[in-house]
């Protein structure tokens, strides 16, 4: 951007006669009357005008919704926008995994750190906290790496785009008007300089006519100085705003790159939050199923053991087949199986099952 600011501004001058609203009224007006000449740009500037606004339409929504995504709650983000605008840094706030992991660790003390469940809060809780932390630093880093340039580019880059763009449009509508008037003194000095007609006309309508003409080719040559200051306006604000369009292609390149970064930090947020999980799972499964107050539900009330399996443990149709040895019934209660397989008994020791029931064990021997 330093080479194109140079450019700008070796091309962009003061000029006495800066008036955009010189001829506004009347060259809008009777360009919606369809009475006015409008200059038309070329089709590779009015591509460059296309581009860019469709750039400026979807870096909005892109922004907008990565807000969102980042930070949910809508109290949150106007909170942090007030802040920004106030030029105050916005205070620290925790998030959700963090206070979840507070609230689990101040339970832990109220039902007693020794107990399971006591216990249990606390190595869940750590990890919550530290879930907590890496969202903390995704964000952060995120904003930094991706929300903040898509920001510089809406709120820097497009606002001299939008302002060089009116000013253009200005330049046009002097231009316009400009090309009215001459063409309007055009006319009337062709008419001033007509040959009146002799069988009406007296002495003094010769000097009338000459005296008009006069007039009119003052007005021409003035109308024709206008013109041409007006079209050098034109053609140089045309070239800063062409210059300043053809810039997009480099804020392509950069949003590019944020995207990247974006991507790099998210994979890096979902790798450390994959690790923790697996941490607490490892952590979780040493210890037995039938460690927990089993004996808390009410007797002969089914309890399924998969609620007790690990997050990623194999499914019952990726294991091998249980061994009955391995199996340690519980205390109380009566176990609960699911058929996966039809299977027809081989004699009258066997039963005869269909797949998706379920059969129960009270202990006693009798299988229901």
Same mark, same amino acid.
């Given at each position: 951007?330093?080479?194109?600011?140079?450019?700008?501004?070796?091309?962009?001058?003061?000029?006495?006669?800066?008036?955009?609203?010189?001829?506004?009224?009347?060259?809008? !007006?009777? &360009?919606?009357?369809?009475?006015? &000449?409008?200059?038309?740009?070329?089709?590779?500037?009015?591509?460059?005008?296309?581009?860019?606004?469709?750039?400026?339409?979807?870096?909005?929504?892109?922004?907008?919704?990565?807000?969102? %995504?980042?930070?949910?709650?809508?109290?949150?983000?106007?909170?942090?926008?007030?802040?920004?605008?106030?030029?105050?840094?916005?205070?620290?706030?925790?998030?959700?995994?963090?206070?979840?992991?507070?609230?689990?660790?101040?339970? /832990?003390?109220?039902?007693?750190?020794? !107990?399971?469940?006591?216990?249990?809060?606390?190595? %869940?809780?750590?990890?919550?906290?530290?879930?907590?932390?890496?969202?903390?630093?995704?964000?952060?880093?995120?904003?930094?790496?991706?929300?903040?340039?898509?920001?510089?580019? +809406?709120?820097?880059?497009?606002?001299?785009?939008?302002?060089?763009?009116?000013?253009?449009?200005?330049?046009? +509508?002097?231009?316009? /008007?400009?090309?009215?008037?001459?063409?309007?003194?055009?006319?009337?000095?062709?008419?001033?300089?007509? %040959?009146?007609?002799?069988?009406?006309?007296?002495?003094?309508?010769?000097?009338?006519?000459?005296?008009?003409?006069?007039?009119?080719?003052?007005?021409?040559?003035?109308?024709?100085? &206008?013109?041409?200051?007006?079209?050098?306006?034109?053609?140089?604000? /045309?070239?800063?705003?062409?210059?300043?369009?053809?810039?997009?292609?480099? !804020?392509?390149?950069?949003?590019?790159?944020?995207?990247?970064?974006?991507?790099?930090?998210?994979?890096?947020?979902?790798?450390?939050?994959?690790?923790?999980?697996?941490?607490?799972?490892?952590?979780?499964?040493?210890?037995?199923?039938?460690?927990?107050?089993?004996?808390?539900?009410?007797?002969?009330?089914?309890?399924?053991?998969?609620?007790?399996?690990?997050?990623?443990?194999?499914?019952?149709?990726?294991?091998?087949?249980?061994?009955?040895? &391995?199996?340690?019934?519980?205390?109380?209660?009566?176990?609960?199986?699911?058929?996966?397989?039809?299977?027809?008994?081989?004699?009258?020791?066997?039963?005869?099952?269909?797949?998706?029931?379920?059969?129960?064990?009270?202990?006693?021997?009798? %299988?229901?």
């Amino acid at each position: 951007m330093d080479s194109l600011g140079t450019k700008l501004c070796l091309l962009k001058r003061y000029h006495p006669s800066d008036n955009f609203c010189t001829f506004f009224s009347e060259s809008f !007006t009777e &360009e919606k009357l369809g009475q006015a &000449e409008k200059t038309e740009l070329d089709t590779h500037f009015e591509n460059l005008l296309s581009r860019a606004d469709c750039t400026k339409n979807w870096t909005e929504k892109i922004y907008r919704q990565t807000e969102v %995504v980042l930070q949910p709650n809508p109290g949150a983000r106007i909170e942090e926008f007030l802040f920004e605008k106030l030029d105050r840094k916005v205070p620290p706030r925790p998030t959700n995994g963090e206070i979840l992991g507070q609230f689990m660790l101040e339970a /832990a003390k109220e039902f007693g750190p020794g !107990t399971p469940y006591g216990s249990t809060l606390i190595k %869940v809780g750590d990890c919550q906290r530290r879930l907590g932390g890496a969202e903390r630093e995704f964000l952060q880093t995120s904003s930094i790496s991706f929300l903040t340039p898509l920001r510089n580019f +809406l709120e820097g880059d497009w606002r001299t785009i939008s302002k060089e763009r009116r000013l253009l449009e200005n330049r046009r +509508l002097d231009l316009d /008007a400009c090309k009215a008037r001459l063409k309007k003194a055009k006319t009337a000095e062709t008419k001033a300089a007509a %040959v009146p007609d002799f069988q009406e006309a007296r002495p003094r309508n010769y000097v009338l006519s000459a005296s008009a003409s006069a007039l009119w080719n003052e007005e021409l040559d003035k109308v024709s100085h &206008e013109l041409r200051v007006a079209q050098t306006e034109f053609d140089r604000q /045309a070239e800063v705003t062409r210059l300043l369009l053809e810039g997009i292609s480099s !804020t392509h390149v950069n949003h590019l790159r944020c995207l990247c970064e974006f991507v790099e930090v998210q994979a890096m947020y979902y790798s450390q939050c994959h690790k923790y999980m697996q941490e607490l799972q490892r952590e979780l499964g040493r210890r037995s199923p039938h460690s927990l107050e089993v004996n808390s539900h009410p007797a002969g009330s089914p309890t399924d053991p998969s609620a007790f399996l690990p997050l990623n443990s194999p499914s019952p149709l990726e294991t091998d087949t249980l061994q009955i040895e &391995e199996v340690q019934p519980p205390a109380s209660g009566t176990r609960k199986a699911k058929v996966l397989y039809d299977y027809d008994a081989a004699d009258s020791s066997e039963l005869s099952l269909r797949a998706d029931e379920y059969i129960y064990n009270d202990f006693t021997g009798n %299988v229901k």
